[in-house]
């Protein structure tokens, strides 16, 4: 249903209409989904299609840029988990450097734009384990943690990421401080999940 009234406003508004970028990010986002559930390759590639026509379509300076670029970087990712195709990979890390290049810290989505980006540098990473993609990402998820009210909602969702980055670092170069990071952040994430939270069991095993 969501991809039928999405594709319904991309066809009538045409490529020249000025709210074009927001009904063909929509619809990217819609086909995104879709594709996690049905697993159709052809689902996916639309999906990238239509998020690259919003991010091209639309100034880098419009307030709506980043959220378009992040959508990509999004898209580009799930290609890169489905066919371990680097290239689509380094192209999502790309799109959501863009994503946060043009967000402010104060902006109500900056946080997730960051957590994209490190993420993906952190996947980026395992590929390329000398590219220094794991330290960048540390840098972008602990920024994340570290701006985060200590009464959010998704701290300890943050806390778990920055946790697992650590993790991963100290076990390529076993350093004191990247053991005692991992403990100290994977006891916060495990501290803010209340108990009968889905993911309180995986934080405790953290």
């Known amino acids: 249903e969501a991809i039928r009234h999405s594709r319904d406003a991309v066809n009538r508004a045409g490529a020249q209409h000025p709210k074009y970028p927001i009904y063909a990010s929509n619809l990217a986002s819609a086909l995104r989904f879709e594709y996690e559930h049905s697993g159709v390759p052809e689902t996916l590639d639309e999906a990238?299609?239509?998020?690259?026509?919003?991010?091209?379509?639309t100034a880098p300076e419009h307030h709506r840029y980043p959220g378009y670029a992040s959508n990509l970087s999004l898209a580009l990712w799930t290609r890169y988990e489905r066919s371990g195709h680097l290239a689509s990979l380094h192209d999502a890390v790309a799109t959501a450097r863009r994503a946060v290049g043009r967000t402010s810290d104060d902006q109500p989505d900056a946080n997730r734009y960051k957590t994209n980006l490190g993420l993906t540098l952190w996947t980026?990473?395992?590929?390329?384990?000398?590219?220094?993609a794991l330290d960048e990402s540390i840098i972008v998820l602990r920024d994340v943690l570290d701006r985060t009210p200590s009464e959010h909602a998704?701290?300890?969702?943050?806390?778990g990421n920055i946790a697992n980055a650590y993790w991963a670092r100290y076990g390529r170069g076993h350093r004191r401080s990247d053991l005692d990071a991992a403990?100290?952040?994977?006891?916060?994430?495990?501290?803010?999940?209340?108990?009968?939270?889905?993911?309180?069991?995986?934080?405790?095993?953290?």
């Open 183 to 206: 403990i100290d952040t994977a006891r916060l994430a495990h501290e803010l999940t209340p108990q009968g939270h889905i993911d309180r069991a995986t934080r405790v095993g953290n």
């Open 154 to 159: 998704e701290r300890a969702r943050f806390a």
């Open 124 to 132: 980026l990473a395992e590929r390329e384990p000398d590219s220094g």
């Open 48 to 57: 990238i299609s239509y998020a690259e026509q919003a991010e091209r379509l």
